[in-house]
């Protein structure tokens, strides 16, 4: 099975700021990586897919790349809806969600 | 509009069974793969189970295999999820997903969850 691991499991960040979160693969998984944000009580919401396509609706302040089996959300600027868990998720087989990331406000 | 509502969460008693249904609507629901994700409480979200639109190809993760089983009425635009041998480590809220199946493979709306309790 494919794992997928998240990083940090936590930060804190301030409104403005640049923010990174990684998800590292344990095999290859071409572009088949998805980002979710989830806000507490809600159900999660779908940002990126193909590991650095925006899915509609979306702001452009949120972008996703890929590095081999290395991928990273960016939020180029931190705004205050923006404070949420972030989840990566593999679907090149099956599916698997990475921990999380919790963004707090600094 | 995409819209999906969850039912049939439950208290319910270690080894019981319990079947959730999620109703669809604002898409055609039998050209989309279905998808179940739970989270345990204070916990990250774990894929479940999927279906593909004609029910001919279901996939389960590895703890629920042999007792959780999908399963889906094009007719009737619902999914559901039939849980057996429930244990503690399936107390979760449940979700059910859209799933993009053209390409790629992910979840594209959700429904806003129903609350399973395994305790005695």
């Known amino acids: 099975d494919i794992q997928m691991t998240q990083s940090p499991s936590s930060l804190s960040a301030s409104v403005g700021d640049r923010v990174t979160i990684t998800c590292r693969a344990s095999q290859i998984i071409s572009s088949y990586l998805n980002w979710y944000q989830q806000k507490p009580g809600k159900a999660p919401k779908l940002l990126i897919y193909a590991a650095s396509t925006l899915q509609s609706g979306v702001p452009s302040r949120f972008s996703g790349a890929r590095s081999g089996t290395d991928f990273s959300l960016t939020i180029s600027s931190l705004q205050p809806e923006d404070f949420a868990t972030y989840y990566c998720?593999?679907?090149?087989?099956?599916?698997?969600f990475g921990q999380g990331t919790k963004v707090e406000i600094k | 509009e995409v819209l999906l509502v969850e039912s049939g969460g439950d208290l319910v008693q270690p080894g019981g069974s319990l079947r959730l249904s999620c109703a669809a609507s604002g898409f055609i629901f039998s050209s989309s793969w279905m998808s179940w994700v739970r989270q345990a409480p204070g916990k990250g979200l774990e894929w479940v189970a999927s279906?593909?639109?004609?029910?001919?190809?279901?996939y389960y993760v590895d703890s629920v295999k042999g007792r959780f089983a999908i399963s889906r009425d094009n007719a009737k635009s619902s999914l559901y999820l039939q849980m057996n041998s429930l244990g503690a480590e399936d107390t979760a809220v449940y979700y059910c997903?859209?799933?993009?199946?053209?390409?790629?493979?992910?979840?594209?709306?959700w429904g806003q969850g129903t609350l399973v309790t395994v305790s005695s």
């Open positions: 997903a859209t799933v993009y199946g053209a390409a790629w493979y992910y979840f594209d709306s």
């Open positions: 998720q593999q679907s090149y087989d099956k599916w698997t």
């Open positions: 279906i593909k639109q004609d029910g001919g190809e279901k």
